[in-house]
C-alpha cells in the first residue's frame, strides 16, 4: 500500500536560516505529489504540487520542493524561514488511478524562533 | 469564492452518544472527501463521493460510522455510538471532478470523555 513518510516530527529553526522538511513516499508507479501546511485551529492549504513537467516547483511564498523519482522523495526547501511560516507541513501523495485519494505523511511541525 | 464550510466547529461527547458532522462543499465541486485527522497524525480518508455517489469507503468504520450525500451536494458524516478513539479533527475537503487539486474547510474538533 502506498505510503508517505516524514521522518522529522519537528524542525526548530532560527528567523532567516534555510529549512529543509523531508518527505519520502513509497510506490513504484508514477503519482502526484503535494506539500499541505496548516496553521493552528485552521483547514489545510495547499503549498505547492507536482503533476508532471519540471521536476523543480515553487510557492508564491518562497517554498520549493523536487521531486526525486530515484529516491523517491519530494523534500520542501526554504532558503530564509520567516516567523509567520511556523505551522504544521504535510506531505501527501495521491496515484492517478486512485480516484485521486491523498494519502498523507504523519505531518512535521516547522517552528520558527526569532 | 466561498470556501469549504463545515460545522460545528467544536464538538464534546460522552462516549456512546452520537454526533453529526455537516460541510458544504465549494459550489460546482462534484467530489467530497471526509478524513479523520487524529492528534499527531496525518489526515486518514474516511470516505469520497463523486456526486451523491460513493467511490471509496474503504476506511470507515461502517459499524458506527455513516455518511450521506443527498443531492450531492452537502454532506453529513455521523458516529453513533461514539467511541474515545474518535477523538479527533473531521476534514471535509472537495474538487472538481479529475482536478488533482482538493481544498480543505477548517475542521470539526471531537472530543469524546
Known amino acids: 500500500a502506498q505510503s508517505v513518510t516524514q521522518l522529522d516530527s519537528q524542525v526548530p529553526v532560527f528567523e532567516e536560516a534555510p529549512v529543509e522538511l523531508r518527505c519520502n513516499y513509497s510506490s513504484s508507479v508514477s503519482v502526484y505529489l503535494f506539500w499541505y501546511v496548516q496553521y493552528p485551529n485552521q483547514g489545510l492549504q495547499l503549498l505547492l504540487k507536482?503533476?508532471?513537467?519540471?521536476?523543480l516547483v515553487e510557492s508564491i511564498n518562497g517554498f520549493e520542493a523536487e521531486f526525486n523519482k530515484s529516491q523517491t522523495s519530494f523534500h520542501l526547501r526554504k532558503p530564509s524561514v520567516h516567523i509567520s511560516d511556523t505551522a504544521e507541513y504535510f506531505c501527501?501523495?495521491?496515484?492517478?488511478?486512485?480516484?485521486?485519494?491523498?494519502?498523507f505523511g504523519s505531518g512535521t511541525r516547522l517552528l520558527v524562533r526569532p | 469564492e466561498a470556501g469549504v464550510a463545515q460545522s460545528p466547529r467544536y464538538k464534546i461527547i460522552e462516549k456512546r452518544q452520537s454526533v453529526a458532522f455537516w460541510c458544504n462543499p465549494i459550489s460546482g465541486h462534484a467530489t467530497l472527501y471526509w478524513y479523520q485527522q487524529i492528534l499527531g497524525q496525518g489526515p486518514k480518508l474516511l470516505i469520497q463521493?463523486?456526486?451523491?455517489?460513493?467511490?471509496?469507503d474503504s476506511q470507515l468504520p461502517k459499524d458506527r460510522f455513516s455518511a450521506e450525500r443527498l443531492k450531492g451536494v452537502d454532506s453529513t458524516l455521523k458516529i453513533q455510538p461514539a467511541k474515545l478513539e474518535d477523538s479527533a479533527v473531521y476534514l471535509c475537503?472537495?474538487?472538481?471532478?479529475?482536478?488533482?487539486?482538493?481544498?480543505f474547510g477548517q475542521g470539526t474538533r471531537l472530543t469524546v470523555v
Open positions: 463521493f463523486q456526486n451523491n455517489g460513493v467511490v471509496d
Open positions: 501527501a501523495v495521491s496515484e492517478p488511478d486512485s480516484s485521486y485519494k491523498l494519502i
Open positions: 507536482y503533476l508532471s513537467g519540471s521536476t
Open positions: 475537503a472537495s474538487s472538481l471532478v479529475g482536478v488533482k487539486e482538493a481544498f
